[in-house]
């Protein structure tokens, strides 16, 4: 039975997703190119047919319900696009912007190629000044070879079910144009200083000054003129971020020709130990418990695409209004404006790099971790599919990318490189490469088990035994960081043929106790005993997994939202 959210049964196809997608560098030129396009697929060597094209609803990637198509590329294939579109050219230097193309582009405009870019979970842009005209032909060449090639993939595999989904390729997310003015802003790093109440901000372009203004509610609280690409600002009266009063600062940069607006908040994440010594996860020097959820960030309709901006905002809503403060994005990068809703909602991020290499061994990545060998030599990666140099590369190639694209975002406090093993490989070099990059987030190395000492967090995955706060002091944060995974089946609101999850239940309220009981004798007892953090798996239903809290199409909350608030909110005042 296909299932669809609210956001994909009202979605207007010619206009999807329309809304400006990078608000860390905000103009106001903007063009966005989503709606009908046209696709074929073909040999990896031959080139398209005329008589092949058929329509597709970008930016929904091939494969999805709502891009009107359910082909599968696969490996030893190419996956063509075009549009036709048209423009008026100006003075200024037109930008080209896809948001992410899934795994390896090549874009073409008017015949002439403009670029490649490797790698599904990023966004990037190519100066078209020179070939762009009023009437213009664009076309992009994407292979994708899924969980058999070299490239990230998170949980899509060919050969899905149960925990791994429905393999995506091509397009999905937002396609746009942008003109940019000869002295403009290309980009924008911005460092929250908690402790000395500044603000560091870098710029990268070619003008010869700008002007830097903070303000919040029309109230400019800093101004000044730089000849530099690193500027600081004084932040006078600080007011701090928190999930609790999600604060943010306007900014705004203007160089001789262009202006850009950007935003930030004022926060600090850090390791530090409450009155016993206890090492805690701290939010501005002061201990928070992270209660959170494990978010894949599928929809049923869109798949790796939210059907809708308002389709994200009720994701981080109503988890909000359950009482989570803190959300794990599982093994994918999702949609810039995501981290934005989370930034101005209040919901703290933890971001999993997504995982590749292969195959896995089950065994080495599931068996003996659940019997208690978690801590294994991983230098040579052997059944953990992180043994592949090229995988390797690319996977600091993807790393990098995706560092520089997250760093302004304020929610995401910790990176996690590694989850269960899956693709894992030198995880010590890995955590240094991070931390050597970013100082401000703590990492989480190896998340579940695997574990090599390092990293902010001793991460544990437990869902078949009871939590116990291991023996022996650890210097590390005590984080829970997958747990729970109970499962129900809400019969005309999942695509599962059978109930898949690690605990299963046939009513709600049966659930529903479980869930409680669960939080009630094994999180809070433990939090006093050193639990910092726990994520309960997990936000949706996805496919085959019915342990969501909500319903795959979003339609039903399978707990008592109240009963859950309130429980959130002990486990918080715990440490408060």
Known sequence: MAIYTEWGKNLDLRHPLQEYPRMFLQRDSYMNLNGTWEYQITGLKEEPRPERWQKIVVPFALGSRLSGTDDILQPGEALWYRKQFAYKPGVNHTWLNFEAVDQVATVYLNGMEVGTHRGGYTPFSFDISSMIKYQNSLMVRCTDDSDLGSFLYGKQKLEHGGMWYTPSSGIWQSVWLEDLAEHAVHDIKITPDFDEAKVYIDLAGNFSQAVITVSTGGRVVHRGLTNDTHYEADIPDMHPWTPDDPFLYDLYVQTEDDVVKSYFGMRKFSRGYDKEGVPRFMLNNKPLFLSGLLDQGYTPDGLLTYPDDQAMIYDI?????????????????????????????????????????????????????????????????????????????????????????????????????????????????????????????????????????????????????????????????????????????????????????????????????????????????????????CIYTQLSDVEDECNGVLTADRQVVKLDGRRMKKMNDRCIRRLK
């Open 317 to 533: 809503r109503k988890m909000k209004e359950l009482g989570y403060n803190m959300l794990r994005k599982h093994v994918k990068v999702d949609m810039r404006r995501w981290y934005y809703h989370c930034d101005r909602m209040g919901m703290l991020v933890m971001q999993d790099i997504p995982n590749g290499g292969g195959p896995y061994d089950f065994q080495v990545t599931a068996v003996l971790p659940n019997l208690g060998i978690r801590r294994m030599d991983d230098r040579e990666s052997k059944g953990m599919g992180g043994t592949d140099q090229q995988h390797r590369k690319i996977y600091y190639e993807e790393l990098d990318d995706i560092l520089d694209d997250l760093y302004n975002c304020v929610s995401v406090f910790a990176w996690v490189p590694f989850n269960e093993g899956w693709g894992q490989f030198n995880s010590r070099e890995v955590t240094d490469y991070i931390r050597s990059y970013d100082t401000t987030r703590l990492i989480d190395s190896a998340s579940g088990w695997h574990d090599q000492g390092c990293g902010d967090f001793n991460s544990r995955h437990v869902y078949f035994t009871s939590f116990r706060v291991p023996a022996g002091r650890d210097d590390r944060i005590l984080l829970l960081s997958e747990f729970g995974g109970y499962s129900f089946l809400e019969w005309g609101h999942s695509e599962a043929e059978k109930l898949y999850g690690y605990k299963k239940f046939k009513d709600k309220p049966a659930l529903d106790q479980a869930v409680y009981d669960l939080y009630d004798r094994q999180i809070l007892p433990n939090i006093r005993r050193g639990l910092s953090g």
